[in-house]
């Protein structure tokens, strides 16, 4: 009976702490879909206390590029750098599982080229998008306010998410920790409990010799990548 948040191209001062924060408060767990580029001395507290609470680190490229339109050697390039500075700034030389690819852009020749150089991690996407970029957006614009920024990404995840959904925010937007605590919020209360994406699918006793090749991984409402 589980509800999954994940949250994409972090980490951010001020944003990802809070989360933290807030995640720590109700017991919850979250995955987290950091940039290589994002990864700085300045982000090391940020990813080593999101390992310490139990949440999981996943791999969202180096620079945010459609893996699809770059070359092979750029597609090992984007997730292998950035795999070995998630390892080097969590001071446990912490080995990613998944991985997101940038605006969902994947196909098989991308799941090809980093099979065949050696990197085995499962693609993760999402099955509710809270738009909370597109809510900020408007309210930097003066277009709404910050609570109806706030309001309108939290109704937007209400709208889409039931037993088993994999949730996708951001944790560059400012708003987004105040919509994770009413999401915690509601959902806590409903009995429904927050893991990560690997404990959700359990990876680690799927016997699958070719899982990392051919097979999506997510919950059943979302379409399979062809």
Known sequence: NGVFLTFDDGPTPGVTEWILATLKLYDAKATFFV????????????VQRAISLGCE???HSYSHPYLTKISEEDIVREIASTNEK???????NYECKVYRPPNGDL?????????????????IFWS??????????????????????VQGTFNTI??????????LMHDIQEITPDVVKLVLEKYT???YSFVTVS???DFENNQDPNAYFYRYRSTKSIVPVS
């Open 35 to 46: 940039l290589g580029n994002m990864l700085g001395t300045g982000s090391a507290d940020e």
């Open 57 to 59: 680190i996943g791999n």
């Open 86 to 92: 998630i390892s080097a700034i969590s001071g446990t």
């Open 107 to 123: 196909s098989r020749r991308v799941m090809d080229v980093l099979y065949e150089n050696g990197i085995y991690m499962y693609p």
């Open 128 to 149: 509710s998008d809270s738009r909370d970029w597109e809510y900020r957006s408007k309210y930097s614009k003066g277009q709404i306010t910050r609570e109806e920024a």
């Open 158 to 167: 209400v709208r889409e998410t039931s037993e088993g959904t994999v949730i």
């Open 189 to 191: 209360a409903e009995g």
């Open 199 to 201: 404990e959700l699918f």
